[in-house]
């Protein structure tokens, strides 16, 4: 738990930009990344993204390429799916399976470079938001847009029971590591059925504990949310404006262009 996506957010020299800013960047390259017809600009968002994550974001490029990489295996998988079955036209390559032709046609190819880029452009976006911007201040944020309360509270109370639920579920583990409870199959399957046995019933008691200790420190219903103000420098507005130049210009000009 001492890797987690709010602890390089807290501790990125990101978090203190505006958050509006922020959600305007990330919101602006998903849009633009999936109404582009080509897959040079998703692509080249990616990159932005990307690069603004590693260096200015100081985000480790190995943590951050090994969280894309999750998300890409799955992917990559439904990219080959709509490579082989999808699209028509000219086969650039096809073999024989079993009677039946296997082949990537053009389009078929085109269409799935398209869906990886789009998909790639929008993960590192999400992801450069999840990176620099804790999810508290996403809470102050939600605040501020007039989202119903019991909407934002519901919302804040399932994030927090989130690390509940991961410190008893580590908690039993390394007690059971301790005492050899993963020393060979039988063992470990034996361990991790005691160990989801005893998982609700521990997360329960450590929700009371929470809730007691909410009603000690006068909680009356209602969670009260920090808000930072944080104003916008000139020299933030215009980088961000050069960059929403470039992908538009990028966009207008690549929207007819296809790899293959």
Sequence with gaps: ????????????????????????????????????????????????????????????????????????????????IIAFFFGGGTYLFSFDVFGYTLGVSSSGLSMALLVLARTLGG???????????????????????????????????????????????????????????????????????MLGTNLFIRSWEQGEKLYLSMNSRCYDGKLIVFDEKRPVKASEFLLTSLYFSFIIIMFYYTRGIFVV
Excluded: H
């Design 1 to 80: 738990m001492a890797y987690i996506l709010d602890d390089y957010a807290i501790l990125s020299p990101l978090r203190t930009k505006n958050n509006w800013l922020k959600l305007s960047i990330v919101a602006f390259g998903v849009l633009i990344g999936v109404s582009s017809p080509s897959p040079i600009t998703p692509f080249l968002i990616a990159v932005c993204m990307s690069f603004a994550t590693i260096f200015l974001a100081k985000i480790p490029a190995k943590f951050y390429f090994k969280i894309l990489s999750v998300p890409a295996g799955f992917v990559l998988v439904s990219v080959i």
């Design 123 to 193: 993960m590192s976006c999400l992801f450069f938001l999840s990176l620099t911007t804790p999810m508290v201040e996403l809470f102050s944020v939600l605040k501020a847009t007039k989202f119903p309360d019991s909407f934002i509270e519901i919302a804040m109370m399932m994030y927090r029971y989130i690390f509940v639920f991961l410190d008893v579920a580590m908690g039993i583990r390394n007690a059971q590591t301790m005492r050899l409870g993963y020393k060979d199959f039988r063992t470990s399957f034996r361990s991790m059925v």
